[in-house]
């Protein structure tokens, strides 16, 4: 346990170091005693904050979430409220003077009330607001607040580490998953497309005379005896489209800001066109593509299918896999150890500093009180995937690699477009969502879709744009905590002084320098795939789910 001076301690103790050594220098006893009961002052002060605030964690100083569940579901953009609850055990109050939570960077966290007093044998009830910007799974990892001893002169950071997951969905799907679903919706058909054909249905289509294999409850008696041969009743069945959804999820496409960059906006549009078709019956596939094929779900109809895609967006592009991610072994090493000492009993004092196996198996034990159940990314070894594992779990932040991977996008559409051709039953509508390709990938995407056309599916393309990640406001990169910075340490502790930066003046340049940039390269590559005989499809700039419109003639310059 760590403590902190308060300001005003500081300055006694300035002032009193400062009485010390004019005393010394004025050879005045009176002086020197008096700068000296300062210090001894300031001294005593700090034993008894150490004193109390000891009893008060000895007597049960402890934070519990309401409720019995440990993750909350909400749709993107959102703001929902998590109650919690301060309970001190002491028979003296504790006074704080700041309440922070330790929660995922994804996450907008504002707690009520900031500062306060827990009464003795009490409890103090805490609303937490989180607003979720970004799909995904991510993590309120505790809270922490600063305690202010008898004295008022010293403060102590305390962490209380109770993990509590939010599992943050496209907005499309939070309403779609909460309609009933029933009725004469299961009666519609599963696959081809829409037209009326003979089958299972509530519409009559014909009479005609019985054949070998009809059911007996489909006779006509009246009609049969009207005719004196034996009828049978025909019913029209609707049938409805199979459709492809391909998502492409590379790491490029999170640039920009949280909840405005290209990926944000092209998982809403995947979404929103998911939830139109399910609703009408449709059978749904999905398929995501990075670096290669990441996930591919069969065409589906119904609410499960619809909870199958909804958890795929929500995972399926995430960064926490070696390839994806910006973090090397042991950076992650270093964010699970931050992360898992408060929670371990032990306080990990017996894992020795770079003994990353131990580290390790310890993580896999502690994944029992992760609000999330994640499956292990991809590493480079098996310490490694356990220790991805143990972040994507807790909800931790994983960012994305520099580098691009756009090299390899190319290769993993043409193979989901030709593995979408191979299978059947075969589709009806093929809709990508992905930055066009360039001139040197279209032979090869010509051919898969010209295999996907020749089964008489439509192909349309939207293309993700970067209008809404280069609106401002931007981020300032000299305000951006380092890397290393410990999401565990105590609020009060100023960051270094930010380098004076032209930011402000020099945004909304560079801004506009990509802006034209991506404009350019964009007109470009949508003519190649108009050459390829591709229906465009724009999605609108809006921060409401995005709903496809039918493309103009020519691109915008």
């Known amino acids: 346990m760590q403590l902190y001076p308060t300001r005003t301690a500081a300055h006694l103790a ?6 010390v050594g004019v005393g010394v220098a004025a050879r005045e006893p009176a ?4 700068g000296g009961a300062i210090l001894l002052a300031v001294a005593i002060a700090r034993a008894v904050t150490l004193v109390s605030v000891s009893r008060i964690r000895a007597a049960g100083f402890e934070m519990l979430w309401s409720g019995p569940k440990r993750i909350v579901r909400t749709a993107r953009g959102t703001t929902i409220e998590i109650e919690a609850e301060v309970r001190n055990r002491d028979t003296l109050a504790a006074r704080y003077v700041k309440l922070r939570a330790i929660a995922s960077s994804q996450l907008d966290v504002k707690i009520e009330p900031a500062a306060g007093e827990v009464p003795a044998a009490g409890r103090l009830k805490v609303i937490v607001k989180v607003k979720a910007p970004r799909v995904g799974h991510h993590g309120v990892h505790g809270l922490a607040l600063e305690v202010h001893g008898a004295s008022g002169l010293f403060e102590v950071p305390l962490t209380f580490a109770n993990p509590y997951g939010v599992e943050v969905l496209p907005r499309p799907f939070a309403t779609y998953l909460m309609q009933p679903r029933g009725g004469r919706s299961h009666l519609v058909a599963a696959s081809g497309k829409p037209g009326r054909q003979r089958g299972e249905g509530s519409d009559l289509r014909e009479l005609r005379e019985h054949q070998p294999g009809d059911p007996f409850r489909r006779i006509a008696w009246k009609a049969s ?8 009743r025909d019913f029209e069945r609707e049938e409805r489209d199979v459709v492809w959804l391909v998502l492409e999820a590379s790491v490029d496409q999170w640039a920009g800001p949280l909840g405005r960059a290209p990926l944000d906006l092209a998982i809403d549009e995947i979404a929103s066109l998911a939830t139109r078709h399910l609703s009408r019956g449709d059978r749904v596939g999905l398929i995501i593509v990075a670096a290669g094929l990441r996930i591919a ?10 909870s199958k895609i909804a958890h795929a ?7 926490y896999d070696a390839e994806r991610s910006d973090l090397d072994e042991s950076d992650v090493a270093v964010r699970v150890l931050e992360h898992l000492r408060p929670l371990d009993p032990r306080g990990l004092s017996d894992v020795r500093r770079g003994d990353l196996d131990r580290l390790a198996a310890r993580a896999d034990a502690m994944r029992a009180r992760a609000p999330f159940s ?10 490694d995937r356990t220790l991805r594992r143990y972040l994507a779990s807790f909800g931790i932040d994983s960012p994305p690699k520099i580098e691009s991977d756009r090299r390899d996008v190319g290769v993993a559409l043409v193979e989901a477009l030709l593995h979408i051709a191979r299978i059947k039953p075969r589709s009806s509508l093929v809709h990508v969502v992905s930055a066009p390709p360039d001139e040197r990938q279209a032979q090869s995407l010509g051919e898969a879709v ?8 439509a192909l349309t393309w939207s ?6 990640a280069l609106a401002p406001p931007w981020d300032d990169p000299m305000k951006l905590p380092p890397d290393d910075e410990d999401p565990f340490a105590p609020a009060h502790v100023a960051p270094p002084p930010a380098a004076p930066s032209r930011w402000d003046e020099l945004a909304p340049i560079a801004a506009a320098a990509v802006r034209v940039r991506a404009r350019v390269s964009l007109s470009r590559r949508e003519a190649v795939l108009r050459k390829l005989g591709i229906k465009l499809v724009r999605l609108r700039h809006a921060t409401n789910p995005v709903t496809p419109v039918a493309a103009p003639e020519k691109a915008p310059g």
């Open 31 to 34: 002086i020197v005693a008096w």
């Open 463 to 468: 293309s993700p744009s970067v209008e809404l």
């Open 450 to 457: 010209r295999r996907v056309k020749s089964t008489g599916a």
């Open 297 to 306: 779900i069969p065409p589906d109809q119904g609410p499960a299918q619809a």
């Open 374 to 383: 994640a499956q292990a990314p991809q590493g480079r070894s098996l310490r």
């Open 225 to 232: 005896a009207r005719r004196g041969t034996l009828l049978v």
């Open 313 to 319: 967006l929500t995972v399926g592009c995430a960064t």
């Open 14 to 19: 300035i002032a009193g170091v400062v009485m």
